[in-house]
């Protein structure tokens, strides 16, 4: 049974950073992209960022460019993000997924659809 398991989340004011972990067990994603996901009350579940696990390409989306930065440890089988900067509208629950298949040179996946594995997630709350 495949699980992804977030931690890191907490309250930070304004300016602060935190990082946030996703552990995964059941099944390796070494070879796979894995990416993050958030969900602020009322709103859509958005992209954050993705990251291939085995070269370690990446994509952000533009409202956290420059200030999350998104990695991996393989032996561990865990990912990773960086949180600096953060914002009060970076108050969200955050996400992190994984596509059941990825076919190696495509592009990295940026839309819900195409995740298949989400843990449950972690809050992160910025105070102004």
């Known amino acids: 049974q495949v699980q992804l398991v977030e931690s890191g989340g907490g309250l930070v004011q304004a300016g602060g950073s935190l990082r946030l972990s996703c552990a995964a067990s059941g099944r390796t994603f070494s070879s796979d992209p894995m990416g993050w996901f958030r969900q602020a009350p009322g709103k859509e579940r958005e992209f954050v960022a993705v990251?291939?696990?085995?070269?370690?390409?990446?994509v952000y989306a533009d409202s956290v460019k420059g200030r999350f930065t998104i990695s991996r440890d393989n032996e561990k089988k865990t990912m990773y993000m960086q949180m600096n900067s953060l914002k009060p509208e970076d108050t969200a629950v955050y996400y992190c997924a994984a596509p059941r298949t990825y076919y190696v040179g495509r592009n990295l996946p940026t839309r819900k659809y195409e995740y298949h594995y989400w843990g449950q997630g972690t809050q992160v709350t910025v105070s102004s």
């Open positions: 990251i291939n696990m085995k070269d370690g390409r990446t």
